[in-house]
T-cell receptor, first 113, second 116 residues
């Protein structure tokens, strides 16, 4: 069964600090991995996508990494801001067409001033 | 751009009542999806429509029906609501062709449904 596990479930960080979120998956055949940000009361919004051949990708202060061998991804937030307070969801696509999605339960991040 | 629009934003139903959740997208996307999100769980697929005129069951379809009214609109119906259907419901869309499965899902802002 395809599964995506995220850790930690939640974390609190001080404004300006860095943090790293983890995503482990058992999805086959792997197509791509995407990180979404979900603000409270809103729908998820895509941050970045990682394909099999990519090790790292940045989107502003967000940097995602992928280790396809160990089936792990991380999302690093640099110099956190209050607006980074949100849930971050890891979604792995499977299948030749990449149309079978498995969602992680998310990590809730709270940035405090 | 409106993107994906869901109505209503909030709804309270009594057990056994019926209702339809509406969803419309203005991005000319082929594929549309309905998910539910419960605390501590990942988003779970209820139904999807790969293209106008087709619908398929997802992971948790029981108790729901859908209609792909046209390319823009995809509705979700609860015929006889149960407390277990208390959840936040999200509609999403994306391009839908084989070449666009690397494209992201675009989500609406959800409908918060409580069944008492």
């Amino acid at each position: 069964k395809n599964q995506v596990e995220q850790s930690p479930q939640s974390l609190i960080i001080l404004e300006g600090k860095n943090c790293t979120l983890q995503c482990n998956y058992t999805v086959s055949p792997f197509s791509n991995l995407r990180w979404y940000k979900q603000d409270t009361g809103r729908g998820p919004v895509s941050l970045t996508i990682m394909t099999f051949s990519e090790n790292t990708k940045s989107n502003g202060r967000y940097t995602a990494t992928l280790d396809a061998d160990t089936k792990q991804s991380s999302l690093h937030i640099t110099a956190s801001q209050l607006s980074d307070s949100a849930s971050y969801i890891c979604v792995v696509s499977a299948g030749a067409a990449g149309n079978k999605l498995t969602f992680g339960g998310g990590t809730r991040v709270l940035v405090k001033p | 751009n409106a993107g994906v629009t869901q109505t209503p934003k909030f709804q309270v139903l009594k057990t056994g009542q019926s209702m339809t959740l509406q969803c419309a997208q203005d991005m000319n996307h082929n594929s549309m999806y309905w998910y539910r999100q419960d605390p501590g769980m990942g988003l779970r697929l209820i139904y999807y429509s790969a293209s106008e005129g087709t619908t398929d069951k997802g992971e948790v379809p029981n108790g729901y029906n859908v209609s792909r009214l046209n390319k823009r609109e995809f509705s979700l119906r609860l015929e006889s609501a149960a407390p277990s259907q208390t959840s936040v419901y999200f509609c999403a869309s994306r391009g839908g062709t084989a070449s666009s499965y690397n494209s992201p899902l675009h989500f609406g802002n959800g409908t918060r449904l409580t069944v008492t």
